[in-house]
T-cell receptor, first 112, second 114 residues
Framework: DAGVTQSPTHLIKTRGQQVTLRCSPKSGHDTVSWYQQALGQGPQFIFQ???????QRGNFPDRFSGHQFPNYSSELNVNALLLGDSALYLC???????????FGNGTRLTVT | AQSVTQLDSQVPVFEEAPVELRCNYS??????LFWYVQYPNQGLQLLLKYLSGSTLVKGINGFEAEFNKSQTSFHLRKPSVHISDTAEYFC????????????FGRGTSLIVHP
């Protein structure tokens, strides 16, 4: 039973560039949530997707956007990267927005 | 809105000793409570959860936690730790009946010495 998978595992970008991170949910899950974890901090909620729509959003600017595909996989896009966007980005999946989250191993984004 | 305070940023302990990681939460509504563990270079793994019912919750790897509504606490305990328990531990809260979007604390680093 495959868990939550994220790609790539590591990424280095330059300030001002754009980045796309990808996530495949755990088998049987249909909801995807994205979190940002800065070094030494707890994860911060970015947004949640269910039925291909953004259902809830945390306190993140519009530079952060996402998408969910019919197969439930998801992408996180960040435009106009800032140095402060450097973090571990975690994807988590659940069932019908109504079960505890299962996390992937994350994508480590470094902005230089 | 909810918030979580993890009272200790770092807890050093010797192997086979008991440990308690403290967590207090703030919420104006009923809550669900969670503890997650994060090993180096990995994502978060659910240790245990409180949704309803018994206030003493048992999780994986010998951990347990007790929900105390009057003190708004959800402390994590293990009677005897192993070197392999060295990791970052996160307490999290979400509103019950909501969409299970937890708010996380800043984490407690458990360091187990031989």
């Amino acid at each position: 039973d495959a868990g939550v998978t994220q790609s790539p595992t590591h990424l280095i970008k330059t300030r001002g560039q754009q980045v796309t991170l990808r996530c495949s949910p755990k088998s049987g899950h249909d909801t995807v949530s994205w979190y940002q974890q800065a070094l030494g901090q707890g994860p911060q909620f970015i947004f949640q997707y269910y039925e291909e729509e953004e259902r809830q959003r945390g306190n993140f600017p519009d530079r952060f956007s996402g998408h969910q595909f019919p197969n439930y996989s998801s992408e996180l896009n960040v435009n106009a990267l800032l140095l402060g966007d450097s973090a571990l980005y975690l994807c988590a999946s659940s069932f019908q927005m109504n079960s505890p989250l299962h996390f992937g191993n994350g994508t480590r984004l470094t902005v230089t | 809105a909810q918030s979580v305070t993890q009272l200790d940023s770092q807890v050093p302990v010797f192997e086979e000793a008991p440990v308690e990681l403290r967590c207090n939460y703030s919420s104006s509504v009923s809550v669900y409570l969670f503890w997650y563990v994060q090993y180096p270079n990995q994502g978060l793994q659910l240790l245990l959860k409180y949704l309803s019912g018994s206030t003493l919750v048992k999780g994986i790897n010998g951990f347990e936690a007790e929900f105390n509504k009057s003190q708004t606490s959800f402390h994590l305990r293990k009677p005897s730790v192993h070197i392999s328990d060295t990791a970052e531990y996160f307490c999290a809260v979400s509103s019950s009946g909501g969409s299970y979007i937890p708010t996380f604390g800043r984490g407690t680093s458990l360091i187990v010495h031989p």
